[in-house]
């Protein structure tokens, strides 16, 4: 599979590369600050039992993000 | 080159990187700063064995699967109240029986230097009743109760909690780390809304500090389970009531959540209207709790702390409520005068007078609600050495004509009225704006209005009492 996604849709357990950050504001900068720079390398680890939010490995912490969140970043498989 | 042109060049510069190329800037110092980071971060830090990070994992598939995620909250949840229930009742009747035959001494004493009656009578059974009743009532489990949620906060389960509930509090408009002010809520509520300064959004965090009081605190708990012991677990057998009374709480807290829920979805509707805020949860690894420090830090910072926040309240209100129950005017004393002024309304509510009065005049601590009502219920003006549930139930059922009704709506009332002093006091502390402490004061009031009004009526339609 190539071509980019959103974070959010990226399936459990695969790998994805941060392409970008399609935030605004406050979001973005919350993102950024996470480590999520293009380039990044993130492991998608588990959804929440009903769903979202999603866990994440972001440079070794596991972070939940809602859904609002994570569909703005794209990423490409890894 | 001159100054001012190199100065035009860099104003120019300037003016061309904060228009429209901002956020590519931004990112590209994020960027570095990153690119830095991970370079030094390479250098120095050597990874872990990765067995530790599978073994996280594997906890999380258990914990936050989507069939055992929630039946294993709930457990956990039920295991808490059981251990806190059952443990606690032991210690309670020895530390009652002893303060009280410390109180024997007392009035022996008074006796022996001839004091005056009124003397006797505002100092021992108003000021020292009222303590040893809040010191054996609350110690005991707030003892057992601290030290295991701490357990649970340590371990690192708690977030897990947040990371499951998520989904619920963003449908109302809530932050998912209310979860967490809510766990603390447990302790005690003024705790709790301290800690919903880890919520950034202010909107979020005032819904989380708004509906915190749904979830009862460590003063209403003996209440709770004092009244769930007598009147569900009353009606099994002794072997069966702990476990029983352990339901009849959590069922309670369950209700409580749900409107906690339902309420904070009202307020992103109405008052408190907008768009969740972004949310950010860190899993952290799970770590195996360092248990000599958890009782340490439990017993110093938590269980400490509440008595002696509670005694400091229960030692002079049980001196006035002694007045007002022993102050006469013609034949009845203000505390009776008071309850049958409010009894028509109470009656609506499935209370009756007495008992609403204890909710209003226990504003101070919660915990002082029961001592109150059984102060005002025995002729004698001064709270019942009652060290037994036994006592309890006896004085309740059988001389006040309580019935089932009266304990469902009475623990619902615990569960949903005003929060205490304390509480209102750091509400206002953290806000600063007195209108949110009065919504703080009117909103579990009028939940428990409406309910307890409901309940009421419903079961006498329905004709089950």
């Not at chain 1, 459990?12 to 993102?31: C, D, H, M, P, Y």
């Not at chain 2, 699967?65 to 806190?84: A, D, K, N, Q, R």
């Not at chain 2, 012991?229 to 749900?258: E, N, P, W, Y």
Request: hydrophobic share 50%; with cysteine.
């Amino acid at each position: 599979m190539y071509g980019s996604t959103t974070l959010n849709s990226a399936p459990v357990g695969s790998f994805v590369l941060v392409k970008e950050v399609n935030a605004e504001g406050l979001t973005r900068r919350r993102l950024l600050d996470l480590g999520l720079v293009p380039g990044t390398r993130v492991e998608v680890i588990r959804r929440s039992p009903v769903g979202d939010p999603i866990a994440f490995n972001i440079r070794g912490a596991v972070i939940a993000l809602r859904q609002e969140e994570s569909s703005k970043v794209t990423v490409i498989d890894s | 080159m001159s100054l001012p042109s190199s100065l035009g060049q860099l104003v120019e510069e300037a003016q061309r990187l904060s228009g429209p190329l901002q956020n590519t800037i931004r990112d590209s110092i994020v960027n570095s700063i990153y690119t830095t980071a991970e370079s030094i971060a390479a250098g120095a830090v050597t990874t872990g064995d990765p067995e530790r990070t599978d073994w996280d994992r594997k906890i999380d598939n258990i914990l936050t699967s989507p069939v055992w995620g929630f039946p294993i909250m709930l457990g956990l949840l039920v295991l808490v109240f059981w251990v806190t229930i059952t443990g606690a009742n032991i210690p309670s009747a020895m530390l009652a029986e002893g303060l009280f035959w410390i109180e024997a001494r007392l009035t022996d004493f008074f006796m022996a230097v001839n004091a005056p009656a009124w003397l006797h009578g505002f100092l021992v059974l108003g000021v020292y009743r009222s303590l040893a009743w809040v010191v054996s009532v609350m110690l005991p489990p707030m003892a057992i109760f601290f030290p295991m949620f701490t357990l649970l906060e340590d371990s690192g389960y708690l977030p897990r909690v947040a990371f499951n509930l998520d989904r619920f509090f963003k449908k109302a408009g809530a932050h998912g780390k209310q979860a967490l002010t809510m766990s603390m809520g447990f302790g005690c509520n003024a705790a709790g809304i301290i800690a919903c300064r880890v919520i950034d959004s202010p909107r979020e965090r005032l819904i989380a500090t708004l509906t915190n009081v749904f979830v009862p605190c460590n003063g209403r708990f003996p209440t709770l389970i004092a009244l769930a012991m007598i009147f569900v677990g009353g009606s099994v057998a002794l072997s069966l009531a702990g476990a029983v009374a352990t339901l009849a709480v959590a069922g309670l807290v369950v209700l409580g959540i749900a409107i906690t829920l339902f309420v904070s979805w009202l307020l992103s509707k109405t008052l408190l209207k907008g768009t969740p805020s972004s949310f950010t949860l860190e899993l952290p690894p799970y770590r195996r709790p360092q248990i000599a420090q958890v009782i340490l830090r439990s017993m110093l910072d938590r269980t400490i702390f509440v008595l002696t926040r509670a005694m400091i309240i229960a030692a002079p209100a049980g001196g006035i409520i002694w007045i007002l129950a022993n102050t006469h005017i013609g034949d009845t004393s203000i505390l009776a005068a008071l309850a049958g002024w409010l009894d028509p309304f109470a009656q609506h509510m499935g209370l009756d007078g007495f008992i609403l009065t204890a909710f209003i005049l226990g504003l101070p601590a919660n915990e002082i609600v029961l001592p109150i009502l059984i102060m005002s219920y025995v002729s004698g003006g001064a709270m019942m050495e009652l060290d037994s549930l036994a006592a309890l139930r006896q004085l309740l059922v059988d001389q006040h004509g309580w019935t089932w009704l009266t304990a469902l709506c009475t623990m619902i009332f615990i569960l949903c009225h005003w929060p205490c002093g304390t509480t209102l006091f750091t509400i206002q502390k953290e806000q600063h704006r007195w209108r949110w402490t009065l919504l703080a004061v009117a909103i579990p009031t009028a939940m428990g209005i409406i309910l307890c009004i409901t309940v009421n009526y419903l079961a006498q339609g329905l004709g089950l009492i």
